[in-house]
């Protein structure tokens, strides 16, 4: 069967920037995409809208889902929130974010 795979680019804390390729067939949300490329994303809650460790900022104009109001509440707590502000685990890795750009949030 034929692997869908899409790339994204990620800027991480440093400043340093990588493109992981991450797969759209297998249920995956953006969290445990970046996890799984070994980025510095914790995931504490494990995708539940409920900690903040996969606070990320979105640089590129795709069209993703609007934010949950569990997702709304939590970046309402968090720290260094733009506009641009998501939280990596609700947004689910699909073909229309290919060539999505990011930059982790900072660490609170
Ligand atoms: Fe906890 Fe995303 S992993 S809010």
């Known amino acids: 069967m034929e692997k869908n ?9 440093e400043g340093s920037e990588q493109i992981i390729q991450a797969p759209t067939d297998m249920s995956f949300n ?17 995708g539940m809208a409920l900690c903040a460790s996969c606070h990320c900022y979105i640089n590129s104009d795709h069209h993703l889902a609007d934010a949950s109001e569990d997702e709304e509440d ?3 707590q968090a720290f260094f929130v733009e506009d641009n502000s998501r939280l990596s685990c609700q ?3 699909s073909d229309e974010l290919e060539g999505l750009s990011i930059t982790l949030a900072p660490v609170s």
Request: a negative charge; aromatic letters at 0%; hydrophobic letters at 45%.
């Open 74 to 76: 939590m970046l309402d």
């Open 91 to 93: 947004i689910k890795i």
């Open 30 to 46: 953006l969290m445990e995409a970046l996890k799984a490329n070994e980025l510095p994303v914790e995931g504490t809650c494990g």
């Open 5 to 13: 795979i899409i790339n994204i680019k990620v800027t991480d804390r």
